[in-house]
């Protein structure tokens, strides 16, 4: 009987922390003024991650992940924007993922960090960040770095 409370006690601390750890990343109402999540999903496991990444499920996979977040971000002027939040094995993992990503344009945020037009990519630590334009930013990448700059803060 101790040991099934024991385990269960175990069992609700780890996801008490993970959830913890994950809820700091999503953006909040003030954290980027007038900006505000519209949606959001945590995939955690790799059918998930299959379900999620379709037919680049077996790029992504070769780098150990452990946790997808992605939240749709709205702001004025109908702006959206799409943040993908990848958790990795270990920073190796994480430098891997951004590699695929990177362009000749680069920018300090993070570890390593760089845009194209309505792209924003970087990696810190053991997490790498996709920010992508969804309606209205195209041509306005300078909110996709202030919430590169904004989630890099929060890793």
Known sequence: MKTKHLLLFVLISLLTVSCTSTRRLLIKKDD???????????LTTSK???NYLKENFHLY???RLKMILVQEIEGPNNMKMKVEIFETKDRNDANGLYK???SFSQIRVGDGGSESPGLVCFYKEDVFVKISAM???LDKNNYLVNMAQLVATKI
Do not use: C
């Open 32 to 42: 980027y003024l007038g900006w505000k999540m519209t949606d959001f999903k945590m």
């Open 48 to 50: 998930d991650f299959s």
């Open 61 to 63: 996979s070769g780098y």
């Open 100 to 102: 695929r990503y990177q």
């Open 135 to 137: 309606q209205n930013l």
